[in-house]
C-alpha cells in the first residue's frame, strides 16, 4: 500500500513526512490553485526537494488534446526531472497522449476516471497508476466499490503493470473501503490523515494506560528507569 498526500502546500508536506508513511504527492490544477498565483515550476521543484528521490510526484497537465499534452510531458520532464509521474485525463484524447508517453518512456498516471472501462484502456495503454475518483462517482450515482473491484480484478487477471490510486476522499470510511476493493495506493489530503487518528477512544486509551503506569511508577517513564 502506497500513502500519497494530494496536496501541494509546502508546510502541510514538509509536516506530513515527518508523521506518516508518505510515498509520495499528487497534484492539480485545483490544489495548485489554492496556492495563488507562484511560480510554477520552482514550486514543483521544492516539493520534489521535500520528497527526495524515492517518493513519486505526479503532475497534472492542463491541455485538452494530445498534442499539447505531449508538449506539456515534455516540458515538464525536463523542469522537474525524469521521475515525474505525468498525470493525464482519461479522455479520447488523453488516451492516445498515454499510448505515446509510455512508449517514450515517461512515467504516466492516469486520472479522472469513473468507469472501469477508463481504467483498463488506461492500463492497457501504459499507464503505472491509475486514479480512480471515489467520492465523485458516488455523486454520480456510480458503484464506486464495484468499480474498485472490477479494475483490481482486470488487473490480475490481465498482469498489469499498473496500481489503482484512489483519489477523492470525503471521509475516513471511503478510504477504507477503497483499500478493501483493492487499491494498491490512496491519494488523500493531509487534513484526512490527521481525521483518521482523531478518535476520542485513541486518546483515551493513551491517558488510560499513562494513568495505570504513574499509579505504581510515579511520574517516571520507560527511559527514567
Not at 502546500?9 to 514538509?14: V, Y
Not at 492516469?110 to 483498463?120: L, S, V, W
Not at 490527521?194 to 511508577?217: C, M, Q
Request: negative net charge; hydrophobic residues 45%; charged residues 25%.
Amino acid at each position: 500500500m502506497e500513502l500519497i498526500l494530494d496536496t501541494a502546500n509546502l508546510r502541510k508536506i514538509e509536516e506530513a513526512v515527518q508523521y506518516y508513511p508518505v510515498s509520495g504527492v499528487t497534484t492539480n490544477p485545483t490544489i495548485f490553485k489554492a496556492e495563488g498565483k507562484i511560480d510554477f515550476y520552482a514550486h514543483v521543484r521544492e516539493i520534489r526537494g521535500i520528497l527526495g528521490d524515492k517518493r513519486t510526484l505526479h503532475v497534472q497537465v492542463i491541455s485538452p488534446d494530445c498534442e499539447g499534452i505531449l508538449r506539456e510531458a515534455d516540458v515538464l520532464r525536463k523542469k522537474a526531472g525524469e521521475s515525474i509521474y505525468i498525470k493525464t485525463p482519461v479522455s479520447r484524447e488523453g488516451l492516445k497522449a498515454i499510448g505515446i508517453m509510455a512508449r517514450e518512456g515517461f512515467n504516466v498516471t492516469a486520472t479522472a476516471i469513473y468507469t472501469t472501462m477508463q481504467a483498463e484502456l488506461a492500463a492497457m495503454a501504459g499507464a503505472k497508476y491509475l486514479a480512480l475518483y471515489y467520492n465523485r462517482m458516488l455523486n454520480l450515482d456510480i458503484d464506486a466499490d464495484k468499480v474498485f473491484r472490477q479494475v483490481a480484478d482486470a488487473i490480475r487477471a490481465d498482469n498489469l503493470d499498473c496500481k489503482i490510486v484512489g483519489a477523492s476522499f470525503k471521509n475516513v470510511m471511503q478510504l477504507t473501503n477503497a483499500i478493501a476493493d483493492g487499491a494498491q495506493a490512496i491519494t488523500v489530503p493531509p487534513e484526512l490523515l490527521d481525521t483518521a487518528l482523531a478518535h476520542p477512544s485513541i486518546g483515551e486509551a493513551v491517558d488510560n494506560f499513562r494513568k495505570d503506569w504513574i499509579s505504581v511508577y510515579g511520574d517516571k517513564t520507560l527511559a527514567d528507569l
